[in-house]
């Protein structure tokens, strides 16, 4: 599998994951030991495990379906980008139930 190819799937099994609103994809490509910074309380977290919390808290916030869609889907494989390796526009659909 080719660089674009490999970068594709990883955002195809994001967005699965997103709509199953199943966090467990999404932790499971974080270092053990992530550090993770919120805009929610709790404003940061350590860990895969904290990651897939606040992601279920997450998924939990929204009354309807959760989209993701990525608009402009060109992708930069590595050696052709900087830290930054995906470009892309996430639509997450509508607001949290929750959300101010």
């Known amino acids: 599998m080719d ?25 499971a490509r974080q270092h053990p030991d992530i550090v993770t910074f919120n805009v ?8 895969k495990a904290a990651v897939e919390e ?13 989209g993701e869609a990525h608009g402009d889907d060109s992708l930069l494989a590595a050696g052709q980008a900087g830290p930054d390796i995906v470009r892309g526009s996430a639509d997450r659909g509508p607001l949290p139930r929750r959300h101010p």
Do not use: C, M, N
């Open 3 to 27: 660089s674009e190819s490999a970068l594709r799937a990883i955002i195809d099994e994001r967005v699965a994951a997103v709509a199953a609103r199943d966090p467990k994809p999404l932790s």
């Open 40 to 47: 929610l309380p709790p404003l940061h977290s350590r860990g």
């Open 54 to 66: 606040a992601t279920r808290a997450w998924f939990d916030a929204y009354a309807s379906d959760i």
